[in-house]
Every structure is written in C-alpha cells, then in structure tokens.
C-alpha cells in the first residue's frame, strides 16, 4: 500500500516555542491531507484539513494561528504547533488519500514542558 | 458531537477466542471504515464497507453494516496475541466527502496467551 511518512516520531519542547511536524506522501501525490489529534487513551479528533496550494481548513475550535498548517507541495504538509503550553501536548497524525483508502503516518507524540 | 460510539472500551480475551466490537455512528455516510492502533502507533487500515454493502471479510475480519441502525461490527475470529491493540471504526459522512473522516470513540483489545 500507500506509505504516508511523519516526522519526527516524538518531539520534548519548552513552553512557548514552536515545533514543526512534516507529514510526506512518499509514494503519491496528495492535493489534501489531514491532521488529527489524539489524546491518551481517546480517538483522534480530526484537527484541520491541509490543501495543496490553498489555506487550510480548520475544525471547529482549533486555533488557526496556534496550528499553522502548510501544504506547498503535493508530497508535504507542515502542522507548526506555535507557543507550545502544556496542554498542546498530545499525539499528531497526519493522513492522505490514495482512492478511497487513508494511510496514516506514524504519529508524532509531542511532549511540552 | 459527531463523534461515534463504540463498545465495549475495552475486551479483554483469551488467544483463540473470537472478539465482537460495535460502533454505532450518528450521520448518513458514504462508508464506514476500520483501523487498528498499536499503542503509541499510527493507524492501520484494516476494510472498508460501503453504505450499500451489509457485510464484508477479510482474513479473519467480518465487518457488518447496517445503514438502517447506524450501526456496525466488526468480528476477529481466532484471536491471537498479536491482535492486541486499539480498533477504531471512521465514517465518511455523506455530507462532507468521504474523506473527512469521523473516528468512533475505539475498542481496546487485549488478547492473553
């Protein structure tokens, strides 16, 4: 199948920076991707939807300006994570369809403190 | 919340017994998907069953669909230590393409030895 390649796998931040995580298609091109979020032992909320080209689309209750999100190929989108607090802390996985099927990549687990 | 359901939280089995996890899930949709987790892991796809399929088989997988309940199951027969994991069952609701998926609240399979 379809390889979706997210990276780093885990990332300890200070308070207030910021952290990049690149979510790749290795294999496909992607004009959209998806970014979720999942906290311990919970189910991924669907965070933004990433487009190639264009801005992203953010879910209800997600801060645009918090979670910067850049998709300027069609292989890569960045979710920047900005002033990183405590609570940002959590489990970041991007998704690509290729047909009707999503490959995930293999999560980034963010830790802030 | 659009968030699904699904039950029970957590199953606990011995290896060869066969393990039933439901979701039930709250809007039409396109398909109905489902994915396991390895803990601290990205998702792996595991079948997808269209809105107008009732039921589907995969190895030792058999998802059932019914539209009418807003339902589905997903069964692993012959369970195996290996299968221990999260499930988790996504829908592609109608109204916003399939691809924006809506993870249920997951399943947390543990098979003994």
């Known amino acids: 199948g379809a390889v979706v390649s997210q990276h780093p796998s885990w990332v300890i931040c200070k308070s207030g920076t910021s952290v990049k995580i690149e979510c790749r298609s290795l294999?496909?091109?992607?004009?959209?991707m998806f970014w979720y979020r999942q906290f311990p032992k919970q189910s991924l909320m669907l965070m933004a939807t990433s487009n190639e080209g264009s801005k992203a689309t953010y879910e209800q209750g997600v801060e645009k300006d918090k979670f910067l999100i850049n998709h300027a190929s069609l292989t890569l989108s960045t979710l920047t994570v900005t002033s990183a607090h405590p609570e940002d802390s959590s489990f970041y996985i991007c998704s690509a369809f290729l047909n009707t099927e999503a490959f995930f990549g293999q999560g980034t687990r963010l830790t802030v403190v | 919340s659009q968030q699904g359901e699904e039950d029970p939280q957590a199953l606990s089995i011995q290896e060869g017994e066969n393990a039933t996890m439901n979701c039930s899930y709250k809007t039409s949709i396109n398909n109905l998907q489902w994915y396991r987790q390895n803990s601290g892991r990205g998702l792996v796809h595991l079948i997808l069953i269209r809105s107008n399929e009732r039921e589907k088989h995969s190895g030792r997988l058999r998802v059932t669909l019914d539209t009418s309940k807003k339902s589905s199951s997903l069964l692993i027969t012959a369970s195996r230590a290996a299968d221990t994991a999260s499930y988790f069952c996504?829908?592609?609701?109608?109204?916003?393409?399939?691809?924006?998926?809506?993870f249920g609240t997951g399943t947390r399979l543990l098979v003994s030895p």
């Open positions: 996504a829908t592609g609701p109608k109204n916003t393409g399939f691809q924006k998926l809506v």
């Open positions: 294999d496909f091109q992607a004009t959209t």
